[in-house]
Nanobody, 115 residues
Framework: QGQLVESGGGLVQPGGSLRLSCAAS????????MDWYRQAPGKVREWVAA???????NYADSVKGRFTISRDNAKNTVYLRMNSLKPEDTAVYYC?????????WGQGTQVTVSS
């Protein structure tokens, strides 16, 4: 059974930076693309960024220009570099791997942006 393990969340000051990682702890095959989502309390889960196996990327307008998604195919790992963080970026961040058969979700990691 494959699992996604997230790390890198924490407390950061406004304007600061953080880098999230999400790695498969077991074998997950035929990954077509990887995504990051986030969800704040009382709000709908929001799509943040995506990257394909060919390294094509897409971003939500709310994070475009500030966040960068990347991947290491050899390690089955996806990253989210977050710069110029704002209080409204505060949320639980989830990674997702999409395969032909099913989706895999990370357990979530808390990101809090506060002074």
């Amino acid at each position: 059974q494959g699992q996604l393990v997230e790390s890198g969340g924490g407390l950061v000051q406004p304007g600061g930076s953080l880098r999230l990682s999400c790695a498969a702890s077991g074998s997950i095959f035929s990954i077509t693309h990887m995504d990051w989502y986030r969800q704040a309390p009382g709000k709908v889960r929001e799509w943040v960024a995506a990257i394909t196996s060919g390294d094509s990327t897409n971003y939500a307008d709310s994070v475009k220009g500030r966040f960068t998604i990347s991947r290491d195919n050899a390690k089955n790992t996806v990253y989210l570099r977050m710069n110029s963080l704002k209080p409204e970026d505060t949320a639980v961040y989830y990674c997702k791997f999409t395969t032909v058969l099913r989706d895999y979700w990370g357990q979530g990691t808390q990101v809090t942006v506060s002074s």
